[in-house]
């Protein structure tokens, strides 16, 4: 397709004409885009939103154009530009924690749009708001189902995706599992008596800790972690050689911990509340 730039009035550019081709601009924008939408990939930024529309860049690329030099130097700039910052590629989207064992990316998904779950890794997706979900495993029929803040789903290793179907903005969180798992089962050994275990499988152990403001938990142990805060609070823990260490933890914080026992207390006026994700 040829587009012919016109204009109703006025004199026409004096300076040279170039008919560009956009096709090698648009390949290489394919390219990077599928480089970093393959799913919650562990070897690139992952981008997972995936849109039904065609992009003004795919629209602007199938065509041909006259434009001055001056022009085109400026387009392939912020083309480029683009391409070097995974935000504006994928959506609202933030990589939280990346190490050996996990990799994990917060996403806020507008109505229509969807992540897509990588089928290499296993993996736990956290609701940080309620709404409703289309969710469609591989060669099989979607289900729409409602969740509620703080709602916890293991995903096995195979790829599907998780779509907003409501009507408002839903934020998720994806915590990828790289480790190949082991064959020990924690139940709730260690933890405290106010910890309830929601998921344990050979990839990792998933708890939900609650704690009233103004109240203790007894002596208490935690593997290296994730800790997903949906309600925060201000906290002191008591270690076993007598240390006392104070820290905050705020709503909406993503975080990776390290193993620890401590005796903990909620020193502040609000409830604790997070999700736990200790990998194996």
Same mark, same amino acid.
């Given at each position: 397709?040829?587009?012919?730039?016109?204009?109703?009035?006025?004199?026409?550019?004096?300076?040279?004409?170039?008919?560009?081709?956009?096709?090698?601009?648009?390949?290489?924008?394919?390219?990077?885009?599928?480089?970093?939408?393959?799913?919650?990939?562990?070897?690139?930024?992952?981008?997972?939103?995936?849109?039904?529309?065609?992009?003004?860049?795919?629209?602007?690329?199938?065509?041909?154009?006259?434009?001055?030099?001056?022009?085109?130097?400026?387009?392939?700039?912020?083309?480029?530009?683009?391409?070097?910052?995974?935000?504006?590629?994928?959506?609202?989207?933030?990589?939280?924690?990346?190490?050996?064992?996990? %990799?994990?990316? /917060?996403?806020?998904?507008?109505?229509? @749009?969807?992540? =897509? *779950?990588?089928?290499?890794?296993?993996?736990?997706?956290?609701?940080?708001?309620?709404?409703?979900?289309?969710?469609?495993?591989?060669?099989?029929?979607?289900?729409?189902?409602?969740?509620?803040?703080?709602?916890?789903?293991?995903?096995?290793?195979?790829?599907?995706?998780?779509?907003?179907?409501?009507?408002?903005?839903?934020?998720?969180?994806?915590?990828?599992?790289?480790?190949?798992?082991?064959?020990?089962?924690?139940?709730?050994?260690?933890?405290?008596?106010?910890?309830?275990?929601?998921?344990?499988?050979?990839?990792?152990?998933?708890?939900?800790?609650?704690?009233?403001?103004?109240?203790?938990?007894?002596?208490?142990?935690?593997?290296?972690?994730?800790?997903?805060?949906?309600?925060?609070?201000? %906290?002191?823990? /008591?270690?076993?050689?007598?240390?006392? @260490?104070?820290? =905050? *933890?705020?709503?909406?914080?993503?975080?990776?911990?390290?193993?620890?026992?401590?005796?903990?207390?909620?020193?502040?006026?609000?409830?604790?509340?997070?999700?736990?994700?200790?990998?194996?």
């Amino acid at each position: 397709m040829v587009f012919n730039l016109k204009t109703n009035a006025g004199p026409r550019l004096s300076q040279p004409q170039h008919v560009v081709s956009m096709n090698a601009l648009r390949i290489s924008l394919h390219n990077s885009k599928q480089s970093r939408c393959c799913g919650w990939d562990t070897r690139a930024p992952p981008c997972c939103l995936h849109s039904t529309e065609p992009s003004i860049f795919a629209r602007f690329f199938d065509m041909k154009m006259p434009i001055s030099q001056t022009f085109q130097n400026w387009l392939c700039g912020v083309i480029v530009a683009l391409l070097l910052v995974p935000d504006v590629m994928a959506g609202n989207q933030t990589e939280k924690v990346r190490n050996d064992k996990v %990799l994990v990316v /917060e996403q806020t998904l507008a109505p229509g @749009e969807a992540l =897509t *779950l990588p089928g290499d890794h296993p993996g736990v997706v956290v609701y940080l708001d309620a709404g409703a979900v289309e969710i469609a495993p591989p060669q099989e029929k979607p289900r729409t189902q409602t969740v509620k803040r703080g709602v916890t789903m293991f995903q096995p290793p195979q790829s599907g995706t998780v779509k907003n179907v409501g009507s408002s903005d839903l934020r998720v969180v994806w915590t990828e599992y790289l480790g190949k798992g082991g064959s020990e089962t924690w139940g709730a050994a260690g933890l405290a008596p106010n910890y309830q275990v929601l998921i344990e499988n050979q990839y990792g152990r998933v708890y939900d800790i609650s704690m009233a403001a103004g109240t203790s938990e007894p002596l208490h142990s935690h593997h290296d972690r994730v800790v997903i805060c949906l309600s925060g609070a201000e %906290l002191m823990h /008591e270690m076993p050689d007598g240390r006392k @260490e104070t820290a =905050t *933890l705020k709503t909406g914080e993503i975080a990776w911990r390290g193993a620890t026992t401590h005796v903990g207390h909620n020193l502040g006026k609000t409830d604790l509340w997070v999700i736990a994700i200790e990998p194996k």
